[in-house]
């Protein structure tokens, strides 16, 4: 079906509004199908495996919807479903000035490609899968092409998918050399005689390449400028799924095909987790461009993720399998929350931005008075990914929180030191997040408008309202049920790790209870209750006080004008957290002042800029590229341009190669 | 459920809301007391608020609908805590709501709320006192967190009315972690309650302010419920401080008699708590705002330590 | 320590309640004030101050209401930082002309039911200032005036009787009606 959309949508693009239409509709019919699809495989148990083996290796076409996979399809088919609802409203201002045939065709094959990629049962095919995916996505991110910044955050996004292309081939790689074919089942019975060495250079080769992809720090440089760069569904969809078949592919080599575990991969991965989380909201706290901020959050629960990954890995190793299994679904869970947030989140941002036409915050303002429904969901969003009780983010930083208690009270030494980091770096994030989320709402929504182009804003077509509503509702149920929903995924976490007994259990009323009764909560206990104190507390006050008349009345601002100046700027917002973190995150600062006379007594204007200095262009990529550029240099006295020369490598190769096979027997 | 559990239930939940203003009376008193004058009797908090419910509202155009209902938001929250922590009796036990994550970060949710009320009216002081909450708030969640964290792991369980069941037995040698907890708890609850060295709850200064600067714009009723806050939540601290480091007296049974005994326990703990806060505020200085992370990363510090002596 | 020894070591130094009682009670103005003033301030005032181009004389009698002499706060009597946490506005100062819309915005800015109270001889009708072209001549020519206290500066004592008098005068007249 979505191949369909894809061709229909380039035959169509004359005609904008056909174009939307079919190649929009075929997305949501597509990901409407994957979705009950999948999520009929998690309910019912594990689903077909089937394949197209050929004489030639390179076409085999093999599938296998297990639990993981059906699992991430799911999650990609609810993003693309209600992403692609969204867009039949917002792409209508792309027309006239793109293609929209276009846009629907390199859409379709991004969602096509991205079911492929976490279902593929096959090295080969998988990577087809991944290029494709990768392709789609770079022409997606340079769609409003004629922005130079666009074109050169795509360019930056395509060398360094590429990059982590080459070391997830490299990983491939070194598990064909000890298996002989290309199919995963294959790969796994021969990674299992491998030698420890073997091992961890392909645990390593796995973390950069796929890394990479899930945008960890200090891997991330491309995030931030594709993300933004890319249409607003195509965002959402990049930050809320694509990194995510990163992580799929991450849990697939650790847990299914390689054998037994080491603890330092686990360790090194919570590290790795901790430090890409705290980095990550620090840096969104520093941004001021409503999507880049959202950008960097991807890369700060991409970190959350990677803690429940790496306990889940450290039980693994120590033979604590039922603790492994719920540090997993606590990773699990907290991939699919993160999708619909994070969808939920960049489609309102892309309505704001389609809106009042700009993405800078400092110019919002005042908008929950001309986009009240936006400014809920987009309320409802932040709530969630500030791991606000009683919506789906608390639950899963819950059960991230509750894998790492366990392993704090099971580990002895260097082991819990780096639970405890963890445990005091996800504390952190927390707040920093719900301080940056307060941060956005708050200027983006709140107070008066700040700019013309804020005053002129208006609601969004009803269609994108109702995406919204859509990943409201998911996001609201996948809190106040999360009993439910965690019956339902720990199958999927049980059947990776291979054991049938499962830490948590969830008892009658949604309360789930953790190894025994060491922790326990309902969600839904705390969502009624909090909604009968409210309701209860409104209806005593109100009784008490009606006799009471309330004014409308200026705002008290010490008896002076009230210009927008009086507002709170978002670089004002968060500049007391960015100063006191100056160490790690070394601010610059810049202040300019236009004066009305030569003696620069009066002033006329003031302008302060705050901005980070890019550590990791500078210390870590400008020198690979600087020695990436001597080597080449070094390189092209090969190509001296005389013919002679060059028969002649011809014919030392030719020499080299006949000795090589005669040596082999 | 029998009628008796829920009388047992709503006096628990009506109990903070109920004592919180006496709380605040006390401590001020004391330290008018320690200032060489006499200060405003105990109950002047109860006139005070029923005063405020009495008078009408004036609120701000450039308000929506955030800034309307953000403070019954807040003070649900405060009920809901109350709901889950261990105030008189440990027989009366919460499963569904009384983990202790659960209530740090119900707190949090009433934070986000107060903050984005402070931005909503557009005010300067609002602005700054939102910016200025959300990083002392953000900074001094990890030591909270870790130093329940000490307790949950000492008592095997991290519902908090069962962790002030099991601190009772438990062997000298756990001590240490439980003394280092409580010195980063306390700092948790000067941080969080904006007492000094954070900040001065009773300034006229707005670049002084932090919870202060939030509700300058509130009046009436609304202005009630978030004084009536603060003071709920002060009460939630010193409760969970007194109850759980230092269980002794605390019912664990619903007769009538360990009722009353543990009542009276809590109180003369509480009125210690109370003590304590009037002398520090009476002796040192508010901290300059760009130097409160450093006691704040003392406080994640002592209490990492706390959770890496726990055997 | 020694400051712990110093707190218990000071003798007390607060002046008795009774010593407010005889000195002359507040004035009236002309303005009828509203009836659901009377019932309301049954123990707790806030009080907002507004020093509208003072000499800051009233001020400094203001400021030592606090102190451990006087100790206005154990009537029940305190001051805010906000007109909307307010239910008097205590004006000292005879209106200078920049003051004027910060005023006006001041007491818009305040919830009913509210009181206004003018401090001392200039905010009553000018005082020294009087006739001046940079003032007003008075703050009931900006915004109605309930009560008055007069001197220059009224004494901490003077405002401490008048204010108790102005509570007795709310609280009778709550009774009364």
């Known amino acids: 079906m979505f191949a369909a959309g894809a061709i229909g949508s380039v035959l169509l693009k004359r005609n904008n509004l056909a174009a939307n239409a079919w190649g929009g509709g075929l997305a949501i019919a597509g990901s409407a199908a994957g979705l009950i699809f999948s999520t009929s495989i998690l309910f019912n148990g594990n689903g077909p495996s089937f394949g197209t083996a050929s004489s030639f290796p390179l076409l085999d076409i093999t599938f296998c919807l297990d639990q993981l996979a059906a699992f991430f399809m799911m999650v990609v088919c609810l993003v693309s479903l209600l992403a692609s609802i969204y867009s039949l409203g917002y792409v209508r201002h792309y027309y006239g000035k793109y293609s929209v045939g276009v846009l629907g065709f390199f859409y379709n094959t991004f969602i096509a490609s991205m079911v492929l990629v976490v279902t593929a049962h096959n090295a080969l095919f998988f990577l087809i899968a991944w290029e494709v995916m990768s392709l789609a996505s770079y022409f997606l991110v340079i769609f409003e092409r004629r922005e130079p910044s666009n074109v050169r955050a795509g360019s930056l996004y395509f060398v360094m998918t590429h990059a982590g292309t080459v070391f997830i081939i490299i990983s491939f790689l070194l598990m064909f050399t000890l298996a002989g074919s290309f199919d995963f089942e294959a790969l796994k019975a021969g990674v299992a005689s491998a030698s420890p060495l073997m091992k961890n250079a392909i645990f390593l080769t796995a973390l950069v390449g796929f890394g990479t992809k899930a945008g960890i720090i200090p891997l991330h440089i491309w995030l931030p400028g594709a993300h933004p760069a890319a249409p607003s569904h195509v965002s959402a969809l990049m930050s809320g799924v694509m990194i995510k078949t990163g992580i799929y592919m991450l849990i697939r080599i650790y847990f299914d095909i390689l054998p037994d575990t080491y603890e330092w991969w686990g360790l090194a991965l919570l590290a790795i987790g901790a430090l890409s989380s705290l980095l990550g909201v620090l840096y969104a706290l520093s941004e001021h461009d409503l999507k880049r901020l959202l950008a960097f959050h991807s890369i700060e629960n991409i970190g959350i993720i990677l803690l429940g990954i790496g306990s889940s890995l450290v039980f693994s190793s120590a033979g604590m399998d039922s603790l492994a299994a719920l540090a997993l679904t606590a990773a699990l869970f907290h991939t699919l929350n993160h999708a619909t947030f994070k969808g939920l989140l960049f489609i309102a941002a892309g309505s704001v931005i389609a809106s009042t036409g700009t993405r800078n915050i400092e110019e919002y303002g005042g908008l929950i008075k001309f986009m009240p429904l936006t400014a809920l969901f987009f309320l409802v969003g932040s709530m969630a990914i500030s791991a606000l009780p009683p919506l789906n983010g608390f639950f899963s930083e819950w059960l991230t929180f509750q894998a790492m208690f366990q392993g704090v009270a099971s580990f002895d030494a260097a082991s819990k030191a780096i639970f405890i980091l963890a445990i005091a770096s996800l504390a952190l994030t927390g707040g920093l997040a719900a301080a940056c989320f307060v941060k956005a709402f708050g200027i983006t929504f709140l107070a008066r408008p700040r700019s013309d182009a804020a005053a002129a804003a208006r609601e969004p077509q009803k269609v994108s309202l109702l995406a919204m509503a859509g990943f409201a509702a998911v996001i609201a149920a996948l809190g106040i049920f999360a009993g439910s929903a965690l019956r339902e995924i720990t199958p999927v976490a049980a059947n990776i790790t291979g054991t049938p007994a499962i830490a948590t259990a969830t008892n009658g009323f949604q309360s789930v209870s953790i190894q025994d009764g060491f922790a326990s909560l309902s969600m839904s206990a705390i969502f009624v209750l909090f909604a009968a104190a409210v309701v209860s507390l409104t209806a005593a006050v109100f009784i008490l006080t009606r006799r009471v008349q309330i004014t409308r009345g200026r705002t008290w601002d010490c008896g002076a004008d009230l210009t927008p100046k009086m507002e709170i700027t978002a670089t004002g917002f968060s500049r007391s957290l960015i100063t006191v973190t100056r160490g790690v995150l070394r601010p610059q600062r810049e202040t300019e002042i236009e004066y009305h006379d030569a003696n620069r007594y009066f002033p006329k204007t003031g302008t302060v800029t705050m901005w980070l200095h890019d550590i990791y262009q500078a210390y870590l990529y400008q020198p690979l590229q600087e020695l990436t550029t001597v080597i080449a240099n070094k390189i092209t006295r090969v190509q001296s341009g005389n013919t002679n020369a060059y028969i002649l490598y011809i014919f030392f190769t030719l020499i080299g190669i006949l000795v090589m096979m005669d040596l082999k027997p | ?311 | 320590m020694n400051l712990f020894q110093k707190i218990f070591s000071t003798p007390r130094t607060l002046i008795d309640k009774k010593a407010f009682s005889a000195t002359a009670p507040a004035q009236p103005a002309d303005h009828e004030l509203k009836e659901k003033a009377r019932k309301l301030f049954n123990g707790s005032l806030s009080i907002r101050l507004v020093t509208a181009g003072s000499t800051n004389a009233c001020e400094q009698e203001l400021i030592a209401l606090g102190n451990s002499y006087y100790d206005v706060e154990r009537f029940g009597v305190h001051f805010v930082a906000s007109p909307r946490h307010a239910d008097m506005l205590m004006v000292t100062g005879p209106v200078t002309r920049n003051m004027r819309t910060a005023l006006e915005i001041t007491y818009n800015a305040m919830p009913e039911p509210k009181i206004v109270v003018a401090v001392g001889d200039d905010a009553i009708n000018g005082g020294l200032f009087k006739g001046s072209y940079a003032v007003l001549d008075g703050v009931h020519n900006v915004i109605p005036v309930d009560y008055q206290i007069p001197g220059d500066p009224p004494s901490p004592s003077k405002i401490i009787a008048s204010l108790l008098a102005i509570l007795n005068d709310l609280d009778s007249s709550a009774k009364k009606s």
């Not at chain 2, 009366?92 to 970060?105: A, E, K, P």
Request: net charge neutral; hydrophobic share 55%.
């Open chain 2, 1 to 311: 459920m029998s009628v008796t559990l829920v009388i047992y239930w709503s006096l628990q939940i009506l109990l903070i809301p109920t004592l919180s203003p006496l709380l605040v009376g006390v401590t001020r008193r004391l330290k008018a007391v320690l200032q060489n004058r006499t200060g405003a009797p105990v109950w002047q908090s109860y006139r005070d608020l029923w005063k405020l419910f009495h008078k009408n509202e004036v609120i701000s155009e450039d308000a929506s609908w955030i800034f309307l209902i953000a403070p019954y938001l807040v003070f649900a929250v405060t009920l809901i805590v109350g709901a889950s922590i261990p105030l008189i009796t440990t027989a009366l036990s919460n499963h569904l709501t009384g983990d202790f994550l659960v209530v740090v970060y119900l707190l949090a949710f009433g934070t986000f709320f107060l903050a984005l009320a402070g931005l909503d009216a557009g005010s300067a002081f609002g602005g700054f006192g939102s910016s200025r909450e959300m990083m002392v708030a953000a900074l001094a969640e990890g030591g909270l967190i870790l130093s329940l964290l000490t307790l949950a792991l000492l008592s095997r369980t991290t519902n908090l009315i069962a962790i002030s069941e099991n601190i009772h037995a438990l062997p000298m040698a756990s001590f240490t972690p439980i003394v280092l907890a409580f010195i980063s708890f306390s700092i948790a609850l000067l941080a969080e309650n904006s007492r000094y060295p954070f900040d001065n709850p009773s300034t006229h200064l707005e670049l002084t302010m932090i919870h202060e600067a939030m509700i300058l714009e509130y009046s009436g009723k609304r202005l009630g419920l978030m004084e009536w806050t603060s003071a709920n939540k002060f009460l939630i601290f010193i409760s969970l401080g007194a109850n759980l480091f230092f269980p002794w007296g605390i019912a664990s049974s619903l007769d009538p008699q360990p009722l009353m005994l543990a009542f009276a326990a809590l109180a003369v703990k509480a009125m210690i708590f109370c003590a304590f806060v009037a002398v520090l505020e009476s002796s040192i200085a508010k901290l300059r705002i760009l130097r409160l992370p450093e006691l704040m990363y003392t406080s994640m510090i002592i209490s990492a330590i706390a959770v890496g002596l726990v055997v």
